[in-house]
């Protein structure tokens, strides 16, 4: 004996004398007696577990009557409070090791503490402990607890079910929480073990002490959905208000917990919780809880000749003896009479083997004989119970390395009712098998604690024309008139009866959130009965996480009355630019419009409609074409776009180019500038343009691309915050390639190089007298107009980028704006001076025009007519001398170069 021991040994020997020793014993026999030590949790322990002794010794006393088990002796047992923590146990063991008579087995004690003293003590007294309430995983330990064995299930029991819930509906995350004490630890390590084993992810692993408001946190920020916990009654009220407020309960969520906690425990007053009761209930509601089969099958006959329902009317019956009266009835106890059974069974077999066993020092020895160092019949005793096998009160009972296998099952807590109702719709219905008048049936249905039914609901009038009634008519709710109402539940109508009429009725109340069994599970044979369905929300099995949320794919596009609106109002654009075609057309001879070289003036109103139409096509997308329709006009808007400027402009700064040359090369010699010219020039820039684009067509062509927009949370979502289930992608389809912006750079640096050469020609010919051949002015309105408005346009683009109907309203105006307004600069005065002198307006100065003049132009200009003046008298002079010399044409010839007929219109545009 170890030393430890020894002292614990003689320290209880000084106290012996003052243990509370309470013998319970059948009547006197003939039969030699053999006694048990019980260790059970007395009134005022922790946990009351005085219910176990009346069913032990119901057991004994069965047991005692039978002449085929243990005829020749009778069993006793010696009953001691152990409580249910390890200092009372080990006081209580030694206590029965010390007094005489020598007890040859154990039963209990109850809690797992108490049963781990008892029972690793208890060995070296070679002393078999048949335990029949702690769970511990621990106690399974062959090393640390050798003769211990247990009818009440092992917690790793319970967790070989909850794995294999957890492939019944493929959870592969799970979590766990639970208290800071051993028997709890001890299950957490075996279940991680068994998920390790069957390749399920544990996501944490949670333990607290006093307070579990930071681990339940845990668990939400790790996304637990399927949380198995292992408490005490109290910690479990304390964790499932946490998970409350942390939004880890309800809908999505499953708990798993022990299922030995006390009735309505979720609902007891509790001063560590600030949750309200309707709070908790909603919180417990749906848990999963596993359990050991508390009765057996009733139409089971046990090893005692005597089913569950029996036992359970001996049981409540033996409650009422006076010996047991203070104690407390225990859904648990049915355990303790069946490990009563199964130390009589291996007492049995024993007894039998002990007629024609020798031991090792050649000796002959009866049950009676047993003492502490009898190392040799504790093993026997040990290898006998590992093989015993029967049906006990809770069902089959065998054992496998100590531990109980059998049956366990599996409940959840939903709304249900009590054994002999029926559920439906959230409601409970029991039709009694009498016929009473309105008043006494509802005075029946009160002391049910409920009322009259009104019968609303086709399942349940289904339910009562198939039940073995008195008749057909059913009283129908409270009436306190002389006419009561009833109902023919064959053809459902109402009638007004009598209220002194006896007929059937129907007892309703609301279901109570009760532990429902849904299902049984032999561990041993890994079969899965179901008894009832798991309800879940919705219907749906809860996920093991929270699902990726599903992506809508929402296109975003300008609305039919935005394209449409956007087409009209380009299509005014249109309108005005044919007109203006049409007009300069039509008035091309006229001096004016001839002037101002009208098939350029074409090429301008040209470029313009090609702009008008890119702007249709700048709306299309692919919610009005196919994506390849789509690439198609990708490609044409390029071109549109880069041809219609190049058009209008490169023909308004050729014009504008002529008259500089006119202007600011001063020769003799005749300088003639034609359109052909002008258009080779045009056609030159817009060669320029083709060949770019060409190049950009090759090399990197226009492809449909996609763009994500700000992703929005579902309007369902936002008004379930709980989580998000649905985002809405907002997203549009644009025209793009890999180097776009390098070919778009190199079309505006183009751009902005015959802008500025426009700028240039527009200031050197400002001072032009002649407003036909000059639009130095409108050109640089049309400048100004498209450099403002584009610097405009592309910050603002920028920023509305990501907006397809408000980018095409904007740009779409602003270029509609920009080519309308250069249209109208260029075309309404020529439209005007074309109205006003329908025959040509006469060449005049600019200030016969009544524009402004400088006064150092006028100055200039003063002294210029004097130099003019004496020119002419000079060539006044040289006429006359000519005249009188006859030498006159040589006099033409060498003046034609510098001569302007404004009488020859036909040729004012080719020579100056």
């Not at 180097?739 to 426009?758: E, H, P, R, T, W």
Request: charged share 20%; net charge negative.
């Amino acid at each position: 004996m170890s030393l430890p021991l020894q002292v614990s040994l003689a320290f209880l020997c000084i106290i012996y004398a003052s243990s509370d020793v309470n013998t319970t014993s059948t009547t006197m026999s003939t039969k030699t007696p053999l006694y048990l030590g019980g260790y059970f949790p007395m009134p005022g322990s922790s946990y009351d577990g005085s219910g176990f002794v009346p069913a032990t010794q119901m057991a004994l006393d069965h047991i005692n009557e039978r002449d085929d088990i243990l005829p020749e002796y009778e069993l006793k047992m010696i009953v001691n409070n152990s409580g249910c923590a390890p200092g009372p146990a080990m006081r209580a063991l030694f206590d029965q090791l010390i007094r005489k008579p020598i007890k040859i087995m154990t039963i209990g004690p109850c809690c797992s503490e108490p049963s781990k003293a008892v029972s690793g003590v208890g060995y070296h007294w070679n002393l078999i402990t048949m335990n029949y309430g702690a769970v511990s995983p621990t106690l399974s330990n062959r090393n640390l607890y050798p003769y211990f064995y247990r009818t009440y299930m092992s917690a790793a029991e319970f967790n070989l079910v909850q794995v294999r819930l957890m492939r019944e509906y493929g959870w592969q995350r799970v979590a766990s929480i639970h208290e800071l004490w051993e028997v709890f630890s001890s299950t957490v390590d075996n279940l991680l073990t068994l998920l390790k084993e069957d390749n399920i992810t544990i996501i944490g692993a949670e333990s607290f002490q006093e307070n579990p408001s930071n681990q339940v946190k845990v668990l939400k920020i790790k996304d637990a959905k399927i949380v198995v916990l292992n408490t005490y009654e109290g910690m479990a009220r304390r964790v499932f208000c946490e998970a409350y407020k942390a939004g880890l309960t309800g809908k999505g969520y499953v708990w798993m917990i022990i299922a030995w906690y006390t009735e309505g425990w979720w609902a007891k007053q509790d001063d560590s919780i600030n949750c309200t009761p309707a709070e908790m209930t909603e919180a417990v509601r749906g848990y999963l809880c596993i359990d050991s089969t508390l009765l057996g099958d009733p139409k089971d006959n046990t090893i005692a000749n005597i089913n569950s329902g029996d036992f359970l009317a001996f049981y409540e019956e033996r409650l009422q003896w006076p010996e047991y009266r203070d104690f407390t009835n225990n859904v648990y106890a049915p355990f303790g009479y069946d490990a009563a059974w199964a130390v009589a069974l291996t007492l049995n077999k024993s007894a039998e083997i002990l007629k024609t066993k020798r031991f090792a020092d050649n000796t002959i020895r009866r049950l009676e004989d047993f003492n502490y160092d009898d190392v040799e019949m504790g093993r026997m005793f040990f290898d006998l119970l590992a093989e015993t096998e029967f049906i006990g009160a809770t069902g089959p009972v065998s054992f496998r390395t100590g531990d109980r296998v059998g049956i366990t099952q599996i409940f959840q807590l939903q709304d249900n009712c009590r054994p002999g109702w029926q559920y439906f719709d959230e409601a409970c219905y029991v039709t009694p098998s009498l016929a009473l008048d309105h008043q006494m049936a509802a005075n029946y249905c009160q002391s049910l604690d409920a009322s009259i039914s009104s019968l609303q609901g086709e399942e349940l009038l289904e339910h009562l024309r198939n039940e073995d009634v008195l008749g057909p008519l059913f009283w129908l709710g409270d009436d306190d008139s002389a006419t009561c109402q009833s109902m023919d539940v064959m053809s459902q109508t109402m009638v007004e009866k009598n209220c002194f009429e006896e007929i059937n009725f129907v007892c309703e109340k609301q279901a109570e959130l009760l532990q429902h069994l849904v299902a049984l599970y032999d561990v041993k044979n890994d079969i899965m009965d179901w008894k009832d369905s798991v309800i879940w929300p919705d219907g749906e099995v809860p996920l093991d996480h929270t699902p990726p949320p599903v992506i809508v794919h929402v296109m975003k596009y300008s609305s039919p009355i935005t394209f449409y609106s956007m087409c009209a109002l380009s299509g005014v654009g249109l309108i005005l630019a044919l007109a203006f075609l049409g007009f300069n057309i039509k008035f091309k001879d006229q001096r004016t419009i001839k002037m101002s070289s009208p098939y350029l003036n074409n090429l301008i109103i040209l470029g313009g409609i090609l702009i008008y139409f890119w702007v249709v096509t700048f709306g299309l997308d692919t919610h009005l074409l196919s994506k390849e329709a789509f690439k198609v006009i990708c490609h044409i808007r390029n071109w549109l776009l880069c041809l219609g400027f190049v058009l209008s402009f490169g023909a308004m700064f050729s014009k504008t180019w002529r008259v500089y040359r006119v202007v600011t090369l001063k020769t003799p010699q005749r300088i003639v500038i034609s359109d052909r010219q002008l258009f080779a020039m045009v056609a030159i820039l817009v060669a320029v343009d083709v060949v770019i684009l060409t190049v950009w067509e090759i090399v990197d062509p226009m492809k449909v691309a996609t763009y994500d927009l700000q992703p929005e949370i579902a309007l369902s979502d936002l008004e379930d915050s709980s989580e998000v289930r649905e985002i809405i992608q907002p997203y549009f389809n644009y025209c793009s390639c890999n180097n776009m912006l390098y070919f778009f750079s190199a079309l505006c640096v183009y751009k902005g190089l015959l802008l500025i050469f426009g700028t240039f020609l527009a200031w050197e010919t400002r001072k032009v007298a002649i407003p036909a051949l000059n639009d130095s002015k409108y050109i640089g309105m049309s400048v100004y107009n498209v450099v403002i408005l584009s610097s405009i346009g592309a910050a603002v683009s920028l920023i509305i980028y990501d907006d397809p109907p408000l980018l095409f309203i904007f740009t779409g105006t602003l270029v509609i704006f920009c080519t309308t307004v250069t249209l109208i600069v260029i075309f309404v005065p020529k439209v005007i001076s074309v109205y006003k002198y329908p025959e040509g307006k006469p060449v005049t100065t600019m200030a016969s025009q009544g524009g402004s003049i400088d006064p150092k132009q006028t100055l200039h200009d003063a002294e210029e007519k004097r130099r003019l003046r004496e020119k002419m008298v000079k060539l006044e002079e040289a006429i006359r001398k000519a005249v009188n010399s006859g030498s006159l044409e040589c006099l033409k010839e060498s003046m034609g170069a510098t001569v302007i007929d404004p009488e020859n219109t036909n040729s004012t545009t080719d020579r100056v």
